[in-house]
């Protein structure tokens, strides 16, 4: 890639992301002055029992609905340069025994604390799939935030994740019957609470611990894209939940560039751009930006002028990438989504608050559809957030395994 235009550099400045709660839509904004005056009605009396949808992918392409004015987003990976030998991981030269989860540690991955980290990799020889699993987990953007999300990811942490009953035996991770059993798993640990995306020294941080997840998203796929080959790997689904599927819409474009002739797909669980303005507010945005340094992929700059819609985000990969496929899984009670949201909502003077409920439904329903129209498949649940790992009856695990195989077999 070394010749390649650097489409991994810090954007232009964005414009001014100052504004206010007027941006939010309308009936976001009563229903959160409804529910600052009555107890919102509980989740059950608006969930969509039995909601499992399959959306098939429409030709037709349109633009994405009404603009938030809002100026950055997403993280900047620095370039990721495959003759470069400097922290050279191969991700997936693990010792031990075939299809049994394994811990890999390096120097040059490290968490909050300072301390290094690894990732935790179930590889099967004979698989030529791989899925490089963004991990989810809660956010650090200020004190209170950065207080309750583990500052470290370590061995021990990995082998809890891995017993009987485990965060990474679960749903479709399950080693017996989950869709991506039989797959070469790659699992990155959200270990420094930035959606795997941040680039913040210490001095700038919210609680004085530096944000690394840019520099360790960089070596991991720079592994990846390095070594797949020499393990026999030709199909890759770059995939994460919650807070790690936000970093699918970033990196995406690092992994797809790099492998012409093996079939990339993008998946998205519990982490969706409706619409809907003030989803994200900009003081919400602004956060984002002071605490983990995040701006546009230069890119967007390139394709969109004018005050910013994330919704579009949906259009930009599927326009950036036309022969590769995305598919993105929304959850109706998604409590990480509307409390991630929610900290937007009152000039983000309530950190605490969540997107109402009767909200949330409709900006998800929004989002499919946005979606949808940009080329997408969408599977939407009903239920909790971080579809992937969830155990789901029989019923939904069969909806699910065959959208996964839609997905995983249909062309563009």
């Known amino acids: 890639m070394g010749d390649q235009p650097d ?42 029992h039995g909601r499992r949808r399959r959306r098939r992918r429409r030709l037709a392409r349109v633009g994405a609905g009404a603009a938030a004015a809002s100026a950055l987003t997403l993280g900047a990976l620095v370039v990721i340069d495959t003759a470069d030998e400097n922290n050279d ?55 209170a935030s950065c ?112 492998f012409s002739d093996v079939d990339v797909i993008g998946l998205t669980d ?13 003081c919400l945005l602004t956060q984002f930006t002071d605490a983990w340094n995040l701006n546009l992929p230069r890119a967007w700059s390139d394709r969109y002028t004018g005050p910013l819609d994330l919704s579009r985000y949906y259009e930009f990969l599927t326009e950036q990438h036309p022969s590769r496929r995305f598919g993105l899984i929304t959850a109706d009670d998604d409590e990480f989504g509307r409390s991630l949201y929610g900290r937007g909502l009152d000039r983000c003077a309530s950190p605490n608050q969540k997107v109402p409920a009767a909200a949330w439904v409709e900006a998800m329903d929004d989002a499919s559809a946005t979606a949808i129209d940009a080329g997408w498949d969408v599977f939407e649940a009903a239920g909790r957030e971080d579809v992937l790992l969830r155990d789901l009856d029989s019923t939904e695990r069969t909806d699910l395994d065959n959208w996964l195989d839609e997905l995983m077999e249909n062309q563009p």
Not at 12 to 23: H, V
Not at 232 to 256: C, N, P, Q
């Open 147 to 258: 207080a309750e999300h583990p500052a470290s990811y370590t061995e021990a942490d990995h082998n809890a994740d891995v017993a009987v009953g485990g965060a990474l035996n679960a749903g479709t991770l399950d080693p017996e019957s989950g869709y991506f059993r039989d797959w070469t798993v790659v699992a990155v640990p959200n270990a420094t609470g930035d959606l795997h995306l941040g680039r913040t020294g210490a001095d700038a941080a919210p609680d004085g611990r530096a944000h690394v997840g840019s520099n360790n998203t960089r070596q991991i796929i720079k592994g990846v894209i390095k070594h797949a080959k020499k393990h026999g790997i030709e199909r890759i689904v770059l995939a994460g939940s919650g807070s790690g599927a936000f970093t699918v819409y970033r990196a995406f474009e690092a992994v797809d560039e790099s």
């Open 7 to 48: 489409r991994f550099a810090d954007a232009p400045e964005a414009a001014d992301a100052s504004g206010t709660d007027d941006d939010l839509a309308p009936h976001i904004r009563d229903a959160v002055i409804s529910t600052q005056l009555r107890a919102a009605a509980p989740v059950e009396s608006i969930k969509r």
């Open 89 to 143: 991981l191969d991700v997936l030269a693990v010792e031990g025994s075939n299809r049994t989860w394994q811990w890999s540690e390096y120097d040059s991955l490290v968490s909050r604390d300072g301390t290094t980290t690894g990732v935790s990799v179930r590889r099967n020889d004979a698989s030529p799939d791989l899925l490089l699993y963004f991990r989810p987990g809660p956010v650090c953007l200020d004190a």
């Open 270 to 282: 519990s982490a969706s751009f409706p619409t809907t303005p003030g989803l994200p507010t900009n």
